[in-house]
């Protein structure tokens, strides 16, 4: 069955960190480039950042750039994503999903060239 497993979300204050993870099951995520997603309530999904499996390139929306970094572990079939200095506009529940060729792109924002998607953890930011 192929899976993506969010987890890593949680309460967090203003200027903290979290870590999220994006894990794998039932397929390897070699071949594909992952994106990373968040919605907050009331507001359309947005591309908060994308990383490639070709060459490992990345790519942020501007309001994250700075802050957020992502990775991938092919060997653990797994994607992170590194926040830190959050802010009280992150809050929102994010989503990891699968594009494929393998490149993210110049459509990586597009949450419609996304294939299989997680279920979403919620991360809040707030004192």
């Known amino acids: 069955q192929v899976q993506l497993v969010e987890s890593g979300g949680g309460l967090v204050q203003p200027g903290g960190s979290l870590r999220l993870s994006c894990a794998a099951s039932?397929?390897?995520?070699?071949?594909?480039?992952i994106g990373w997603f968040r919605q907050a309530p009331g507001k359309e999904r947005e591309g908060v950042s994308c990383i490639s499996s070709s060459d490992g390139s990345t790519d942020y929306a501007d309001s994250v750039k700075g802050r957020f970094t992502i990775s991938r572990d092919n060997v653990k079939n797994t994607v992170y994503l590194q926040m830190n200095s959050l802010k009280p506009e992150d809050t929102a529940v994010y989503y990891c999903?699968?594009?494929?060729?393998?490149?993210?792109?110049?459509?990586?924002?597009?949450?419609?060239?996304?294939?299989?998607w997680g279920q979403g953890t919620q991360v809040t930011v707030s004192s």
């Open positions: 999903a699968t594009k494929g060729h393998g490149r993210c792109g110049s459509s990586w924002k597009w949450s419609t060239v996304f294939g299989s």
């Open positions: 039932g397929f390897t995520l070699d071949y594909y480039a």
